[in-house]
T-cell receptor
Framework: GQQVMQIPQYQHVQEGEDFTTYCNSSTTLSNIQWYKQRPGGHPVFLIQLVKSGEVKKQKRLTFQFGEAKKNSSLHITATQTTDVGTYFCAGFKAAGNKLTFGGGTRVLVKP | DAGVTQSPTHLIKTRGQQVTLRCSPK?????VSWYQQALGQGPQFIFQ???????QRGNFPDRFSGHQFPNYSSELNVNALLLGDSALYLCASSLRLTSGRPHEQYFGPGTRLTVT
């Protein structure tokens, strides 16, 4: 079945630094969504990417969908303590009509 | 406008028992999906309901069943509980699929189920 994997599993970042987390699917995706889950909270929708090679920005967050629509990345610049949490990608394959979540990247920020 | 609500917040059950979890979707949403999230892992899709029917199902046994009511609220039932069923159960609501494109999902706070 479809598998979505994220690396790294953990990301320790110094406040003010940049980092990137990656999402890879075993199959070609129709769309990909990104969610953020704060400690003790529930996933909150961040963005959806649809087109091959698409790049979207939200303030300090940059999301990219790969040309082959099998991978995606999230890049955060000038990390802040408010960025703490687990970031999940979720792939959608039209034939399956369901979202498959990756295992997440847990981000810890050192002040 | 209330978001997605779930009840109960926490639940402790014994192996072999049955449990029912409840979810009310965000106003205006007609599709409800259920997920199981084990500690330190991503949400795993259980099933999705709209128009009161199960539309998609993940790799979960028949012990997991659900229902959607005419007001779009939903229940998740788990029979013959196992220790491995201990997890956070998340309900997410959305608009139904449009032109093959999913809409963003709004998650509820979840129900923490502990099986002893």
């Amino acid at each position: 079945g479809q598998q979505v994997m994220q690396i790294p599993q953990y990301q320790h970042v110094q406040e003010g630094e940049d980092f990137t987390t990656y999402c890879n699917s075993s199959t070609t995706l129709s769309n990909i969504q990104w969610y953020k889950q704060r400690p003790g909270g529930h996933p909150v929708f961040l963005i959806q990417l649809v087109k091959s090679g698409e790049v979207k920005k939200q303030k300090r967050l940059t999301f990219q969908f790969g040309e082959a629509k099998k991978n995606s990345s999230l890049h955060i610049t000038a990390t802040q303590t408010t960025d703490v949490g687990t970031y999940f990608c979720a792939g959608f394959k039209a034939a399956g009509n369901k979202l498959t979540f990756g295992g997440g990247t847990r981000v810890l920020v050192k002040p | 406008d209330a978001g997605v609500t779930q009840s109960p917040t926490h639940l402790i059950k014994t192996r072999g028992q049955q449990v029912t979890l409840r979810c009310s979707p965000k106003s205006g949403h007609d599709t409800v999906s259920w997920y199981q999230q084990a500690l330190g892992q991503g949400p795993q899709f259980i099933f999705q309901y709209y128009e009161e029917e199960e539309r998609q199902r993940g790799n979960f046994p028949d012990r997991f069943s659900g229902h959607q009511f005419p007001n779009y609220s939903s229940e998740l039932n788990v029979n013959a509980l196992l220790l491995g069923d201990s997890a956070l159960y998340l309900c997410a609501s959305s608009l139904r699929l449009t032109s093959g494109r999913p809409h963003e999902q709004y998650f509820g706070p979840g129900t923490r189920l502990t099986v002893t």
